[in-house]
């Protein structure tokens, strides 16, 4: 019998097979069994002394048996796991927890009492799934476009380890992605929230959020060191964002934001450079009257409350719906205020170019396809301009154009 063991490779057990050669010299050979560690030591025994007594060293390595991963015994729900337990060290926190959501709150609860084995998973199976998504949880198209993404990723995994023949993901009919529709205030509607959130705590973000469009994590990540007073200007280069892993909320501070192109300089306006001032000297002097009891962890932080704790992401979406409707506002989401941002900057000639610098968007189509949205009076300008040149009937007059 081959001499052989097992080895840990990147979360997965690796079987390592050794002989000589006729010439007297070691010889190695080095099989992924495609199982990830967490669970799975007697599986990956079993298939080390399945090659161990299968491997023939005189045959070519081409027709050298390939110790396979017994599927067929492998519950998909099981596979789902352990993939899960994979991804947690090889992708990012905030990455990770999209994907526990998705398996342990969604997949799992569906799939066990169906009880398939991964073979057993079908395109059909999927496409039930999806279906039940739509009508039974009454859940968006985009969110089973972001599920479908999940799950053809872990059956990619389960392919490329040869563990399933095909991606069965790979047949099914996704929804059709929704066509976007945010809620947009005017300019009209953004001075009455300023005025209505003037010395609340969420004034820092709402004015950050509609003048300058910047993301929940990019409010709650601006630190003091990244604010030049003397040049008037603030750095977006610090990001904070919630996510759940294994049940808890915690917060993941990243020091460069979503994308390479999300890290720009802003200048500091007046109303927003006195808005600081007073927020520093405010923190100070929470500072000084709390004492201990005030929390230094977030020092270098713009956004904490008079304890010194950090705002967090969810407690701007908390208290934003209750300003608007203590103030009796149109109700929209916190980030639809940065599609008001750039529906207003378009709609005041500013390029979509200078609209994406500004936004921080990686690719111009993100601004173009989204925060392009005109209102009506903008359409009615665009309409009464191309009446000017078009060709009346011989005898008619143009009476002006339509009204706004």
Known sequence: MTAGHLREQNGIYQ????WQDDCGKRKTKSVSTGLPIKGNKRRAEALLSEARESFD?????????????????????EFFVNWLELMKNSVELSTYSGYELTIRRRLLPYFEPKHLTLRELSPMDIQEYYQYSLNVEGVSANTVIHRHANIRKALQYAAQMGLIEFNPADRVQRPKKAAFVGGVYNEAELDELFRAVRGDAIELAVILGAFYGLRRSEIVGLRWEAVDFERKTFTICHTATEVVVDGKTVVVDKDRPK????????????PFETLLLRMKAEQEENRRVCGSAYCTDYL??????ALGSRITPNRISDRFPAVL???????????DLRHSCATLLYANGVSLKEIQEWLGHSNISTTSNIYTHLDFNSKVSSA?????????????????????
């Open 384 to 404: 009464n301009a191309i009446l000017r040149v078009f060709p009346t009937e011989a005898g008619a007059e143009n009476d002006g154009g339509m009204q706004n």
């Open 15 to 18: 079987i390592v097979l050794s």
């Open 57 to 77: 060293p005189m045959k070519k390595s081409e027709d050298a048996p390939k110790p396979r991963p017994r599927a067929e015994e492998l519950q998909l729900t």
């Open 259 to 270: 994308t390479k192109s999300s890290c720009r300089t802003l200048p500091m306006v007046a």
């Open 300 to 305: 270098d932080y713009v956004y904490v409350d």
């Open 325 to 335: 409707k203590k103030n009796g506002l149109r109700k929209i989401r916190f980030h």
